[in-house]
């Protein structure tokens, strides 16, 4: 950013001192025009027009071949529907809770992983290996794990005394023991953030801090923490965007199910749109964007807010 | 509908045959200059593409063979694709972008009419088995223009109750007319202990929905206008006692305790080897089902028979038959040579030796649906017992054969009922809900 603004600056000083004109040359940029053509056309054909597109189409009742004009039926039908309610509900339970847990368990695991344990390389690169899994493997392998009956959690719960929960098939758990398997898949990359942001304090701080006499939790809570807020701004947007949008995992492990018991707003949209109803699947993706946008936007600029003030 | 095994082996099946296609392309075109350039042989190679149970499987590969063996110069390819939602889904969008297999089998009734036949999909009236096809076959597979679009493929079959004979027996149990009389017989053998007296399977989410689709013949015989005046949208699931009875039934047998104790993430195979075997007495179900019970329970053929769910009245007492789900379709964009050859495999399937050959695969649980096709004489006692219905006049179609509205949400708002997550006549409202949907979504008049 400041590179491309002492540039500005440059062209504009450079430039003959002509009334009017300034404005025309600072807008000119870096780079001439035809430079942006290729990232303009393929912005514009496979983001802007999908996009306005499916504006329109979140008004009228579609199927493949043929789009009457319906106005705001769909988003009534969709508002209307007790999936979307259950959806709803789902996705804010598991948005906060994927990102709470993988901000609190991530520092803490960071704090460890930053610490002079043996093996530290091949601790960092095991935290890690669950991100680099496909999700829809994770989803199928935790489905057996997970199975009430016969699944390898519930057995080894078993052997030690306990009854293990019907963990996917009980319709008030079901969500809950997916976000788990979610963040036990998301927090590698929580950690991997924590840890570039805990590195980059300088060390000074805490001998300082030491000569002063605090303690190791007085350094956490007052250098670690304040410092390490940028790095947890980008988990907690990160992973809220990923909870909001969650799918995948949901879809492999239990279809939404059972009944509606586990569906989020993506998974509504998803069988919307396999049952054939395009245009209300439509309006609800129509609906998730807006949501992620009135959630994400201010949390964003209140994150960023507060690194400002320091 | 999860993300099964059988879908990703699909595409890999897919790929691999794209891979051998071209790769079959490339030889010929530096061999010998065949002209037709398609497949090594040098004649026509057509793709057939069928669901991914292992009795599909099996029967398509089965016909296949025989085909071949009768046409030297076609060959035919087989592929397969997931069923339920993720199926439908699948084929609406190959059918969209012109992808389709040359022939693929998918349901007809209600489900045909979502895939828009006479835009997507070749007539077949001209077709000389088209004389040969049971009534009410033909009558679920034309288009909304009264042309037939699908061709014959295997049995009719029944919406009922698979049910353990050594049970019924040992427990001196009798088959139930009345829903109240099939209560009964769930509690004996209840009492009896060991055994679930109704099995279920939500771990396979369409098989949740026999409750409600298999109780259409109680439905008829209470209201017999249901299907117009349920398509037209004056009749409702909630508000038409005879209909929320289907829905009421599956929260009686779970209030009660009857359920298998794995019911919710248990799968067909598991419903089907239970009853099989004895650890269940019921399993309400499609008569098409018991073509597994040799695959997961060999030699117990004969230890599973078949009833009709009873209504209230045992004097009305019948079956809700399924008259063909499956039926064979050419999608519009197929020409020439390869048209014919569809052609040409579709009408083979409905002579006596394709009805043999899809019969190998996949035992026959029902009547064939071409009059040219004998049963064989060894059929398993759940074909018996469907028979048995077909000829005594016990049997209508089910609802989605007389209405072309079926909701897509059915499987999941059952499983809703049978986890007692909401009661029976929530699950109807919710289920009429589900079905405004989608006749919003075909544009029937009356719905707005």
């Known amino acids: 950013m400041s590179s491309t603004l002492g540039a500005t600056e440059t062209t504009t000083a450079l430039a003959p001192v002509v009334p009017g004109t300034t404005r025309r040359v600072e807008r000119k940029g870096t780079y001439p025009y035809w430079f942006y053509l290729p990232a303009a056309i393929i912005f514009v054909i496979f983001f802007l027009t999908p996009t306005v597109l499916s504006f329109y189409f979140s008004f009228t009742r ?24 259950i959806g709803l509900r789902n996705t804010l339970i598991y948005a906060t809770m994927t990102s709470g847990l993988k901000v609190v368990i991530g520092m803490l695991l960071a704090v460890l992983l930053t610490s002079k344990i043996i ?58 023991s997916i976000a788990l398997v979610d963040v036990w898949q998301g927090v590698g990359l929580a950690t991997v953030i924590f840890i570039a942001g805990i590195v980059s304090i300088p060390s000074d701080y805490y001998e300082a801090a030491e000569v002063d006499g605090a303690s190791r939790f007085y350094s956490f809570w007052n250098i670690t923490l304040p410092l390490a807020r940028p790095a947890i701004a980008t988990v907690i947007t990160l992973s809220l965007i990923g909870g909001l949008r969650s799918f995948d995992l949901i879809w492999t492990m239990t279809g939404g199910g059972p009944g ?18 395009y245009g209300l699947s439509t309006a609800g993706s129509v609906v998730l964007f807006l949501l992620v946008t009135v959630i994400i936007v201010p949390l964003t600029w209140w994150l960023n807010r507060g690194e400002a003030d320091r | 509908m999860r993300f099964s095994k059988k879908g990703r082996r699909g595409v890999a099946l897919t790929a691999l045959a794209a891979a051998t296609t071209l790769f079959a392309a490339g030889c010929s075109a530096g061999s010998l200059g065949s002209s037709s350039g398609e497949g090594s042989a040098g004649g026509t190679t057509i793709t057939l593409l069928t669901g991914a149970q292992d009795t599909d499987v099996a029967s398509a590969k089965a016909v296949i063979d025989a085909f071949q063996a009768a046409n030297p110069n076609i060959t035919v390819k087989h592929d397969t694709r997931p069923g339920g939602s993720e199926g439908d889904n699948l084929v609406k969008t190959r059918l969209s972008t012109g992808e389709m297999a040359e022939v693929f089998i998918y349901n007809n009734g209600s489900l045909l009419q979502a895939i828009k036949p006479e835009q997507n999909l070749t007539p077949l009236d001209d077709q000389p088995w088209v004389g040969q096809i049971d009534p009410l076959f033909a009558e679920s597979s034309k288009g909304a223009d009264g042309k037939i679009y699908g061709g014959p493929y295997g049995t009719a079959f029944g919406g009922g109750v698979l049910y353990n004979i050594p049970v019924y027996k040992k427990l001196n149990l009798q088959i139930p007319k009345s829903w109240d009389e099939f209560m009964k017989n769930n509690e004996t053998i209840k009492n009896a202990g060991g055994i679930a007296p109704v099995e279920q399977t939500y771990g396979e989410t369409w098989t949740s929905q026999l409750f409600v689709l298999g109780d259409y013949h109680n439905v ?50 598991d419903g089907v080897k239970a009853v099989a075997t004895g650890t269940a007495a019921h399993y309400p179900q499609l008569g098409a089902t018991a073509a597994n019970v040799e695959n997961v329970a060999p030699g117990k053929s004969n230890d599973v028979g078949f009833f009709a769910l009873p209504g209230p009245d045992a004097a009305t007492n019948g079956m ?30 409905a002579t006596q030796q394709g009805c043999d050959a899809v019969a190998t695969g996949s035992a026959p649980q029902g009547p064939f649906l071409s009059k040219a096709c004998k049963l064989p004489a ?30 897509p949400s059915l499987e999941q708002i059952c499983i809703q009922v049978g986890t007692g997550q909401v009661d029976a006549k929530k699950g109807a409202e919710l289920y009429d809900e589900d079905v405004k949907k989608q006749a919003q979504q075909l544009g029937l008049p009356g719905w707005e």
Do not use: C
């Open chain 2, 378 to 407: 060894d059929v398993s006692q759940v074909a018996k017992d469907t028979q048995g219905y077909f000829d005594s006049g016990k049997a209508s179609p089910a609802l989605e054969f007389k209405s072309p509205i079926k909701g």
């Open chain 2, 320 to 349: 809700t038959v399924w008259p063909g789900t499956s039926a064979m379709y050419i999608p519009k964009s197929v020409e020439g040579d390869k048209l014919e050859a569809a052609k040409k495999f579709i009408a083979f399937a």
């Open chain 1, 119 to 176: 093996a530290r390389g091949y601790l960092r690169s095991v935290i890690f290996f669950p991100v680099l899994v496909s999700t829809v493997g994770v989803g199928l392998t935790f489905t057996v794990l997970m199975d009430p009956e016969d699944g390898l959690i519930n057995t080894a719960l078993g052997a030690v005394g306990i009854t293990g929960p019907d963990w996917l098939t009980n319709p008030s758990l079901a969500i809950f």
């Open chain 2, 220 to 269: 008829e015989a209470q209201v017999p206008d249901f299907a117009q005046k349920y398509t037209a949208g004056q009749a409702k699931y909630a508000t038409t006692p005879a209909a929320l009875a289907g829905w009421q039934h599956i929260q009686q047998v779970n209030d009660a305790g009857y359920f298998n104790k794995d019911f919710a993430s248990a799968e067909l195979t």
């Open chain 1, 260 to 277: 509606f018991a586990s569906d989020t707003i993506a998974s509504v949209i998803y069988k919307q749109y396999q049952a054939g109803f």
């Open chain 1, 62 to 85: 579609w199927d493949l071949f043929t789009s009457t004009w319906i106005g705001l039926k769909n988003y009534e039908t969709f508002f209307n529907e007790q999936a979307l309610v």
